[in-house]
């Protein structure tokens, strides 16, 4: 940030939150010049350096978000467990547990589908698991999303105050859904290497099997 001609011209927040430990802002780069000896790799290849980087950064934000899922589903239960409304705690409610236990089963495949990612990068490097960062880049900020604004119900206006961190939750599920890559591009990757079947509607195994 000390570099000639570089300069922060404002502080950004996004959707009213500011992100204190990766604070985002409006820069502008007057004549900057970057030594030769700073470059990180060679000139040129700089959207492969980032895409290289951009599968663990993916597997991160998602453990993140998983772990935040986590808190949100604890703060439900101990809300609806204390919140009274027509004669009766709002955790006796069946809608009430219907979205706890839908939270629940959504975290796992979430966690589990993260685990697999995290496992066949390991294995296969940046381009072996390049279908599995974009399963989870979809999947995880979508149940992030949905998971706080269920969590914004049980709490009530109080879900949208600084007292819970669940409206920032959702905003950083929205977030998600555009950084890195929005979901447009990450569902055609994830279209793209959707294998074709080599055989037609008219002489396929199921119609072999099962003739009318």
């Known amino acids: 940030m000390d570099a000639p001609g570089v300069r922060l011209v404002r502080r950004l927040r996004w959707m009213g939150c500011e992100d204190h430990v990766a604070p985002i802002g409006e820069l502008v780069f007057e004549n900057v010049r970057v030594p030769a000896e700073n470059l990180l790799g ?5 959207f492969k350096v980032a895409q290289v980087r951009l599968g663990p950064a993916r597997i991160h934000h998602c453990m993140r978000s998983i772990g935040l899922c986590e808190l949100l589903i604890e703060l439900m239960m101990a809300r609806a467990a204390e919140r ?24 796992e495949q979430a966690r589990l589908l993260a685990y697999r990612c995290a496992w066949r990068l390991d294995q296969a490097g940046h381009h072996g698991a390049w279908r599995d960062v974009s399963l989870i880049k979809v999947a995880v900020p979508a149940m992030l999303q949905k998971i706080a604004d269920r969590a914004m119900q049980v709490f ?35 279209f793209r290497m959707e294998p074709m079947p080599d055989w037609s509607i008219a002489n396929s195994p199921y119609l072999a099997a099962h003739p009318a």
């Not at 009274?84 to 975290?107: H, N």
């Not at 819970?164 to 447009?184: F, S, V």
């Open 42 to 46: 060679a000139e040129g290849e700089g």
């Open 156 to 190: 009530g206006a109080m879900g949208g105050s600084d007292d819970t961190p669940i409206h920032q939750a959702l905003a950083w599920g929205r977030l998600l859904r555009i950084g890195d890559g929005p979901d447009e591009v990450h569902l055609r990757q994830i």
């Open 84 to 107: 009274s409304a027509f004669g009766r705690t709002v955790i006796q409610y069946d809608t009430v547990q219907r979205w706890i236990a839908e939270a629940r089963v959504e975290l």
